[in-house]
């Protein structure tokens, strides 16, 4: 089961970090998966940043940067994977 954690507002192709914007939260340790018109693929979260800080979790309303093993784009949605 998946349930919509956020959106992708920014991409920073170099560093191999999204920006998302959440609309739930997400911890450290979350199975997500990364959707859109020319994204898909799923990942553990391994790394997560708030105004350039390293946080265990963040919550909705936050953004924050999400480091990802592929490109995403803007506009593609963020899902957690709950079991």
Not at 20 to 45: I, N, P, Y
Request: glycine share 10%.
């Amino acid at each position: 089961m998946e349930k919509e954690v956020g959106r992708v507002v920014h991409y920073f192709g170099k560093l191999g970090v999204a920006v998302v914007e959440l609309s739930g939260d997400l911890k450290e340790g979350d199975a997500v998966h990364v959707k859109g018109a020319h994204t898909d693929f799923q990942q553990r979260v391994e790394s997560l940043q708030l105004e350039h800080e390293n946080v265990q979790q963040a919550k909705a309303g936050q953004s924050v940067g999400l480091k990802v093993k592929e490109p995403a784009h803007e506009h593609n949605v963020v899902y957690k994977v709950e079991a």
